[in-house]
């Protein structure tokens, strides 16, 4: 299994925009679809974004579409989520998530699809 790793979070002022990375070791990277969910205290954990293992797949949540874009550099086995226009509701921890699919335009939107997640890295949004 592939390894993540994330970084980029931290304090952010709201309206102004925010890119997370997610590294990823160990396995074949370009055979995963990737994801990013977040969750707040409290609250169930979120999707945010997925991409599929080629690139050519995204989709978004309904709370981040119109303001996120996800995308991938395989050469660097890195996954990015580019936020803007942050609002406070976007204060939550970020987790990468990642799965093998066979088809490489496949990707995945619960959590429970997934086998392999980070650790997150906090966001917090301040208005």
């Known amino acids: 299994q592939v390894q993540l790793l994330e970084s980029g979070g931290g304090l952010a002022q709201a309206g102004n925009s925010l890119r997370l990375s997610c590294a990823a070791s160990?396995?074949?990277?370009?055979?995963?679809?990737m994801a990013w969910f977040r969750q707040a205290p409290g609250k169930e954990r979120e999707f945010v974004a997925t991409?599929?293992?080629?690139?050519?797949?995204?989709y978004y949540g309904q709370s981040v579409r119109g303001r996120t874009n996800i995308s991938r550099d395989n050469a660097k086995n890195t996954v990015y989520l580019q936020m803007s226009s942050l609002k406070s509701e976007d204060t939550a921890t970020y987790y990468c998530?990642?799965?093998?699919?066979?088809?490489?335009?496949?990707?995945?939107?619960?959590?429970?699809?997934?086998?392999?997640w980070g650790r997150g890295t906090q966001v917090n949004v301040s208005s």
């Open positions: 998530a990642g799965r093998r699919f066979i088809n490489p335009r496949s990707y995945a939107i619960r959590t429970f699809d997934y086998d392999t």
């Open positions: 160990g396995d074949t990277f370009s055979n995963y679809a």
């Open positions: 991409i599929s293992s080629d690139g050519t797949g995204t």
